[in-house]
């Protein structure tokens, strides 16, 4: 059989270099993106650092309460190249949560969540929970003191939960306390939700490409002069972005492995001894700070992960037809005013609890909520309803 024939009879049951071609090379994208485009591919990216250096430790670890400790240790101490892995691993963890939070920033500024990439978006806030389920779980297992006083936090939260808090904390915990079989549990959930995540990146992909992309001007391309093939245009610039990503990367962990951990967690867990202050990393503490701002446990924990759950309805709470922020000179500073919160909520959070930042988180949680409940939905109405017309015609792509 001929080379020719070979590839005809294959393509013509599985076309997969087809797809390929139509799908990543000639895929037609808007040709005024701006480098926050650049951050779908860096996710992408420490996903696959994650999951190959998790590989490589999940081999060397020990999901006991006695071992799992200084399984961790041996790995860092003692096999071969066992820090670089076990570095490119937490670093990799911060790196994808940065890049996530810089991900879902561009995303509001430019209207990203609107029709019609709605799907887009609720498959991207999907994989958000699922990243922060797996990083949660896999904090726990180094066994150190603020994996087992985290987890334990944690778990007396969920117990506020009426009905089912309590058979849920009894669920993971699976013992009268946090031990063996807990730890046990959430060696499983840490990789089995890494094997989610890829799955649902390839449906949040999927769905992005039925629907193509937005830009930044928030106008879909109507002329073919308006866009440009991804390769080799798109190839080359997420190419240039991902040496600097890397170059932060390697930054991070030949220079700083140590900035971005908590001290305490390189101390093994006793349950005896609480430490001082109980803090989560710095990716979770916006979240910490809504916590304990509520004086309510359940109050703390509703408004918490309603932070979240709220940005699947921004859809539809906005209202307003004008897609990208850029054209919204009173939407862009509400906005800002939005990020700004969630930076206090992070800071107050990675600090010991004082009547100040007490306030402060207060104050920003009230600004949060009512950025999605009133401004997205009451803006437009005091908006230009003309401008989407002058709009159209200026920026027309
Ligand atoms: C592991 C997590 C994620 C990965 C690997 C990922 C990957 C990607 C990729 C490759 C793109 C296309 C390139 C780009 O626009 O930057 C993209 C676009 C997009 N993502 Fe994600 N993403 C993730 C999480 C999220 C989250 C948490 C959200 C929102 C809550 C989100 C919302 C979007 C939206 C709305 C777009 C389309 C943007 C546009 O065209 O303007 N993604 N994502």
Redesign the pocket.
Known sequence: MSNRSQTGWLASRFPIAASFRRQYLDFAMPRNLNY??????F??IA?VFLVVSGIFLAINYTPTITSAFSSVEKIDRAIASGWFIRSLHIGGVSM?FAA?YI??A??LY?G??KAP?EL??I???C??IL?MLAAFAGYILPWGQMSFWGATVVINALKALPLVGTPLSNWLLGDSSLGDVALHRFFILHFVTAFA?IGI?TL??AT?HVVG???PAGIEPRRPEATLPFHPYYTTKDGLGLCLFLMIYAGLIFFLPDILTLASNYVEANPLVTPRDIMPEWYFSPFYAILRAVPSKLGGLLLASGSVLL?FFTPWLDRSPIRSARHRPRMRWALRGAFLAFILLGLAGSRPLTEGWLWISRAATIYWYAYFLLVLPLLPRIENPNAMSSIQDTHCL
């Not at 926050?36 to 591919?41: I, K, Q, V």
């Open positions: 926050l485009w650049n951050f779908g591919a996710l992408t996903l994808l996530l991900h879902i561009r995303s430019y990203s969540y990439r887009v978006w498959t991207g806030l994989l958000l990243v995540i990146v949040h992909v992005l992309p937005n830009n940005l």
